[in-house]
């Protein structure tokens, strides 16, 4: 049990390390140039030697990510306490917000331009607009998908419908919740990177962008590669954060 136990710890790194070695061998055997496709060697001699600008860059990104992501929770979790707890409301709501859904946030960040000009605004809004769904669907999912007979039975014991969404449906909806926060977060930096290479004037998009248009692959790799770092790093966090508070929900992580 402990043997697999660790290895299920270790499965990742393992993955990783065959994959990067794997990468390694083919870009040598077939002289791939770096300008085509970088070796992870290449990416990361880049790394080391402009690792001051690709801070710099990552913790703008960071935290511009981190203030559209914050006020996708607050607007996610209000949209989706008003759809989950009304039938009424998911009907007239739902169906508009997966149209909205449905719209490339590419074709959004010009028309953020216009609005706020070229900066911090289009990249808080695009990571907001690409993040909130998820949070809002998970929330309406977790109280719209409430029992029946539980909530008759707490009806019957005098719980007010305002006791019964509140005191059980949240609590029941935070693994939904923990879920939807995971994945937002990866959109929510997705989104920033779009804004930044489109609309941006600093930032990891935007370095990337620089870094491509004069054909610096491993320097570009590189953003990339801090970009997925920082994802990870954060939905490890959430991760964290769920098995703490909702250990309920995970009895067979309970042994662990």
């Known amino acids: 049990m402990k043997i697999t ?3 299920e710890r270790w499965s990742p790194l393992v993955v990783l390390a065959t994959a990067l070695l794997l990468w390694q061998l083919i870009v040598s055997v077939f002289s791939i140039p770096e300008y085509i496709f970088p070796s992870p060697w290449q990416i990361a001699q880049d790394f080391v030697a402009f690792k001051g600008p690709l801070l710099a860059a990552a913790w703008k990104t960071f935290w511009v990510t981190l203030l559209g992501f914050a006020l996708s929770i607050f607007v996610g979790v209000l949209l989706g306490f008003v759809i989950g707890s009304s039938r009424l409301a ?4 739902y169906p508009l917000m997966v149209a909205f859904n449905a719209i490339p946030k590419a074709a959004v960040v010009p028309i953020l331009v216009v609005w706020f000009g070229i900066g911090l605004g289009p990249g808080i809004l695009t990571a907001f607009l ?4 998820p949070i809002t669907v998970n929330i309406a999912t977790g109280l719209a998908t409430l ?4 909530e008759d039975v ?4 005098g719980a007010r419908r305002w006791d019964v969404l509140v005191k059980v449906g949240l609590p029941r909806s935070m693994p939904y919740f923990y879920g939807s926060l995971k994945i937002a977060i990866t959109l929510a930096f997705v989104g920033t ?3 930044e290479m489109t609309a941006g004037d600093s930032g990891i998009g935007y370095l990337m962008q620089t870094a491509g248009s004069q054909q610096r692959m491993p320097l570009a790799f590189a953003g990339l590669v801090t970009i997925g770092a920082m994802a990870m790093a954060m939905y490890e966090l959430f991760s964290w954060v769920e098995k703490r508070t909702t250990a309920w ?3 067979g992580s309970q042994a662990d």
């Not at 998911?90 to 709501?93: E, I, Q």
């Not at 690409?130 to 769904?133: K, T, V, Y």
């Open 130 to 133: 690409i993040s909130f769904f």
């Open 193 to 195: 990177v779009l804004a």
């Open 154 to 157: 707490l009806r019957v014991l």
């Open 147 to 150: 029992e029946p007979e539980l």
């Open 5 to 7: 136990r660790r290895m």
């Open 90 to 93: 998911y009907t007239a709501l």
């Open 249 to 251: 929900a995970h009895r």
